[in-house]
């Protein structure tokens, strides 16, 4: 058992390396193709300004989702998710659900292969999602932007994240209280965090989880 659960994880690590090297290669290559197309050249002064200004936060960003994350979804989870995208809003709560109705963890061999099928599904369903929406945006569009459904369009990833945000908040109510706290305070009273920087702050927040665990454990709380 231990030296196929070796050879599946060496052939995840192989794999994922190969795809998340090829669709960076592919994102970098597709601006450079059309500015050889069209001749038309970046101002390189302008993007090494625009990269010094922003690139820090996105490296740093990088990091810490990269060690969030791993734990969380496994190491085939991770590679696809990071391929795919959209981890906080889509990837990370399936990934999560099948975990817990599985009723394991995401380290062990089952939850690996879990995380894994779930991301996987995911992707496809919004893939399918993506292709049936732009085939039907036309028809659709009257009924999608009636005013009388917005407040439903609206209240969508609230009520996945708060569906979600029950289960686990029941289970701990005393380890979920400090972060649910801080983040209501945080984006009720700064005005800079906006829907924008929930990619940054999903990071913060588990950090924070860690070390408030690490306190309440230190003191025979949980």
């Known amino acids: ?18 795809w998340n090297l090829s669709v960076m290669v592919v994102l970098l290559a597709f601006p450079i193709v059309l500015c050889v197309l069209f001749g038309a050249m970046p101002n390189w002064t302008g993007v090494i300004k625009g990269l010094i200004a922003t690139a820090p936060m996105y490296w740093a960003v990088g990091v810490v989702e990269t060690v969030t994350y791993i734990p969380m979804l496994g190491a085939g989870g991770s590679y696809l998710s990071f391929v795919t995208g959209n981890i906080s ?3 990370l709560p399936c990934a999560l659900n099948a975990l ?8 062990s061999e089952d939850g690996e292969i879990i ?6 599904v995911s992707s496809i369903v919004t893939t399918l999602i993506i292709i049936l929406g732009v085939i039907l945006i036309v ?11 917005k407040p439903a369009f609206d209240q969508m990833l609230p009520a996945l994240f ?3 945000g029950v ?25 800079a965090l906006n829907a924008g920087t929930v990619g940054i702050m999903v990071p913060v927040g588990v950090v924070f989880t860690l070390i408030y665990a690490r306190i309440l454990y230190k003191k025979n709380w949980i």
């Open 1 to 18: 058992m231990k030296n196929q659960n070796m050879t599946y994880m060496d052939s995840v690590h192989r794999d994922g390396r190969i």
């Open 89 to 91: 809003n889509l990837k």
């Open 100 to 107: 817990e109705n599985a009723e394991v963890k995401a380290q």
């Open 115 to 120: 995380s894994t099928v779930a991301i996987a």
């Open 139 to 149: 028809p659709l569009n009257p009924i999608l932007s009636a005013p009388a459904i």
């Open 162 to 164: 708060g569906a979600l």
């Open 167 to 191: 289960v686990f908040v029941s289970k701990n109510v005393k380890l979920a209280a400090a972060p649910v706290i801080l983040m209501l305070f945080a984006f009720v009273f700064v005005p």
